[in-house]
C-alpha cells in the first residue's frame, strides 16, 4: 500500500512530465519519425519541404516571444529586428570571418540575446505600452544599422549567404538543410519546456500576472526581466542564422516590422504562454497564408474586379480577421480550445477535479 506522501510525490512528478501519459509519447514518436521521414517521401516536393522549413524557423522565433511577452508579460514588437540580428552576424562570421555555421550560430544566438537584455534594460523602468515603444524604436535602430553599414551587410541589396558544412559535405539542398532545421526545432522546443518548468519559468510566471507580488515574494524582478529579454531574443538569433542560411541571398525587407506584428499575432491566436500555444499559432496563421495564396488568384478569376484589390491582400485579411476573432472570442488561444476539447472526453477526470 503506498503512503500518502508517496502518491502525492507521484502525482506531482506526473503533473510536471512534458508527456503525461504512454499515448502521448506514442503520439509523439509517430510525429518525429513522419517529420524526419518526410523529404524521404516521393510526393513531397522542394515547395513543402520549403514550407515546413518556413513553419519550424518561425515556430522557433515564435516560441522566444512567448517566453518574453506570453509568459513574463514583457511586451515586444522588434523580435523580427532580433532576427535580422542573428541572420546578418551568422552570415558575416561565416561568409567574411570564415568561422563554420555550428560556430555563428551560438555567436548569432548569444549576441542577440545580449542585444535584446540591452533594450530590456527600459523594462526596469516602463512597462505596458510604453516598452512596446521602447522596443518599436529598438527595431528602427537595428533595420537603420543594417541598411547603413553596407561594407558589413550589404546594405539596401543585400548579402550573398553560403550554406552550412559539415566534414566537407555542404548542405546546399533544401532537403538536405532541412534536418538542421529541425533538430533545432527539437531542441528549441526541448529546452523551452523544460526551461518553463523550472524555478526560472515560475518566476516568469509570477511577473508576468503582476511583477509587484512577485517582488514582494522575494523574486528578483529585474533579474528576471532581462533574463526574459535574454532567452526571447536569443531564440531569435538562432531563428534568423537557420532562415538566413536556408536562403542563398539576405536582404532586409526579410524582417519586417509587419512581420514582428504576425509573430504578436500568433501568439495570440495560439495561447499566451505556452510552447503549444506557439506552434498552433504558427501553424494556423501560415497555413491560412499559404491556402489564401492559392486561393485569392482562383476566385480573382471568377471576380475579375477584385483580383487586384482585396485578393491582393488577402493573406493580411485573413490574419487581421483571425486575430480580431480570437481577441474577442477566444482571447486565451487555440491552446484554451485543445483543452476544453480533451477535457469533454475525461468526464470522470474532470468531476474528479471539480470535487
Keep these: 500500500m503506498l503512503l500518502p ?4 510525490a507521484g502525482n506531482y512528478r506526473q503533473e510536471l512530465a512534458i508527456l503525461k501519459t504512454s499515448f502521448q509519447k506514442g503520439m509523439l514518436a ?5 517529420l524526419i ?10 515547395y513543402w519541404v520549403r514550407i515546413v522549413i518556413n513553419f519550424s524557423i518561425t515556430i522557433i522565433t515564435v516560441v522566444g516571444l512567448n517566453i518574453l511577452t506570453g509568459l513574463c508579460g514583457q511586451g515586444s514588437i522588434a523580435q523580427a529586428a532580433f532576427m535580422a540580428v542573428g541572420a546578418y552576424l551568422s552570415v558575416i562570421l561565416t561568409g567574411k570571418c570564415g568561422l563554420p555555421f555550428w560556430v555563428a550560430l551560438p555567436c548569432a544566438a548569444v549576441f542577440a540575446g545580449t542585444l535584446g537584455a540591452f533594450f530590456g534594460l527600459s523594462a526596469l523602468k516602463v512597462r505596458g505600452l510604453y516598452l512596446f515603444l521602447v522596443t518599436l524604436g529598438a527595431h528602427f535602430i537595428i533595420e537603420y544599422a543594417i541598411i547603413h553599414i553596407p561594407g558589413l551587410t550589404g546594405g539596401q541589396t543585400g548579402i550573398a549567404v553560403s550554406p552550412p558544412k559539415l566534414i566537407g559535405y555542404a548542405f546546399k539542398s533544401l532537403r538536405s538543410y532541412y534536418y538542421i532545421v529541425i533538430i533545432f526545432l527539437i531542441i528549441a522546443i526541448f529546452v523551452a519546456k523544460n526551461l518553463i518548468r523550472t524555478h526560472i519559468g515560475r518566476a516568469w510566471m509570477a511577473i508576468g500576472n503582476k511583477d ?19 532567452v526571447g531574443c536569443a531564440y531569435a538569433g538562432v531563428a534568423g542564422s537557420l532562415w538566413a542560411h536556408s536562403k542563398s541571398w539576405l536582404a532586409p525587407e526579410d524582417f519586417s516590422l509587419m512581420q514582428a506584428c504576425w509573430f504578436l499575432g500568433m501568439i495570440i491566436v495560439g495561447g499566451l504562454g505556452t510552447v503549444l500555444g506557439s506552434i498552433l499559432g504558427t501553424v494556423l496563421l501560415l497555413g491560412l497564408g499559404e491556402i489564401t495564396t492559392y486561393a485569392g488568384p482562383a476566385i480573382g478569376k471568377v471576380f475579375p474586379a477584385l483580383s487586384m484589390g482585396i485578393f491582393a491582400a488577402s493573406s493580411q485579411l485573413v490574419y487581421s480577421l483571425i486575430i480580431l476573432l480570437f481577441l474577442v472570442f477566444e482571447p486565451d488561444g487555440l491552446i484554451h480550445l485543445w483543452y476544453r476539447v480533451r477535457m469533454s472526453f ?7 477535479e471539480i470535487t
Excluded at 521521414?37 to 522542394?46: C, E, I, K, R, Y
Excluded at 475525461?346 to 474528479?352: F, N, S
Design 30 to 34: 509517430i510525429f518525429f519519425v513522419l
Design 212 to 230: 509587484m507580488v512577485a517582488k514582494a515574494m522575494g523574486i528578483n524582478v529585474y533579474h528576471y526581466k532581462l533574463l526574459a529579454f535574454f
Design 5 to 8: 506522501d508517496t502518491v502525492a
Design 37 to 46: 521521414l518526410l523529404p524521404q517521401f516521393p510526393f513531397v516536393s522542394d
Design 346 to 352: 475525461k468526464p470522470a477526470t474532470r468531476d474528479k
